[in-house]
């Protein structure tokens, strides 16, 4: 027996199949092989006379994939781009942020930024810090100044104590710069 005989045989008599093909009385394959066939019509006809549960298979399948389509469609046009916010520069929390950072083999600066989310006056601020520390302190930034010498420690104390609005818990101690 070929192979191809056995095809066109189909289902023998005694075998056990995992599964009961049933075949199409109009063109002879198996029932899932109709909508391949150009009568699929008449298939769907021949179900529906002779094997109603199968046909109800079918139809649902049609219907199924069709739900399907509408869905992906919806899908489509709900999506889109611009939904993503940014943030504004305003709404972020005012904080003073102190780090030290190195200047040569020894020497190190103190760099101090967010005082103006204070509104303060970042030359007034550099102008105090040089004077309290008697060393060189300028502004660097738009929202930096540089104190020439480690003085991280002590802005702690001398921040809150000249802004009173600056708690020492709004100073945020962000350690050492890498080089
Ligand atoms: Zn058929």
């Not at 909508?35 to 769907?44: G, N, Q, S």
């Not at 738009?142 to 991280?152: L, N, S």
Request: proline share 5%.
């Amino acid at each position: 027996m070929t192979e191809d005989s056995r095809l066109i045989m189909g289902p023998k008599e005694g075998v056990n199949y995992p599964m009961q093909v049933i075949y199409c009385g109009n063109c002879s394959m198996p029932i899932e092989y109709c909508e391949y066939y150009p009568e699929y019509d008449k298939c769907k006809q021949w179900l529906e006379k002779n094997l109603p549960s199968e046909f109800e298979k079918v139809k649902i399948g049609d219907e199924s994939s069709e739900a399907t389509g509408e869905e992906e469609k919806k899908r489509q046009k709900r999506g889109g781009k611009g939904m993503i916010k940014t943030k504004k520069k305003e709404d972020g929390p005012k904080q003073v942020c102190i780090s030290r950072a190195p200047r040569g083999k020894k020497k190190s600066v103190t760099v101090v930024t967010g005082m103006s989310s204070f509104n303060i006056d970042l030359k007034v601020a550099a102008k105090f810090f040089g004077t309290k520390f008697a060393c060189g302190s300028s502004v660097t930034g738009d929202d930096e100044i540089v104190i020439q010498g480690d003085v991280k420690d002590d802005l702690f104390d001398i921040i809150p104590e000249k802004w009173p609005e600056i708690d020492e818990d709004l100073i945020e101690d962000l350690g050492d710069q890498k080089r």
